[in-house]
């Protein structure tokens, strides 16, 4: 079972940045993506963005597209959600996951960060 825990969250200002970690641990060598998604009060969760963990492959939500990077470390299993240029409308529990080889749904979760940006 795979355990995927995030960090990196915070307040920030409109226009100002966040980096966001996550870190899986148990059964990685099974994981065959992982991605960040994120939950803003009364909305449902949506995509951010995603990386296939073989050949490193990124997609990104419009929303985020060019604001947004998602990165990986050169070693082990993190995965890096650099926020840049942050809007009031980013608010959000992000949460990190992971898919799994031979599976085609997000199938192990963390438990979140906040993220907060004032206006």
């Known amino acids: 079972q795979v355990q995927l825990t995030e960090s990196g969250g915070g307040l920030v200002q409109a226009g100002g940045s966040l980096r966001l970690s996550c870190d899986a641990s148990g059964g990685t060598a099974y994981i065959n993506a992982m991605g960040w998604f994120r939950q803003a009060p009364g909305k449902e969760r949506e995509f951010v963005a995603a990386?296939?963990?073989?050949?490193?492959?990124?997609e990104y939500a419009d929303s985020v597209k060019g604001r947004f990077t998602m990165s990986r470390a050169k070693a082990g299993y993190t995965v890096y959600l650099q926020m840049n240029d942050l809007k009031p409308e980013d608010t959000a529990v992000y949460f990190c996951?992971?898919?799994?080889?031979?599976?085609?749904?997000?199938?192990?979760w963390g438990r979140g960060t906040q993220v907060t940006v004032s206006s």
């Open positions: 990386m296939r963990w073989s050949g490193g492959s990124r």
């Open positions: 996951t992971a898919k799994f080889v031979g599976r085609s749904t997000w199938d192990s």
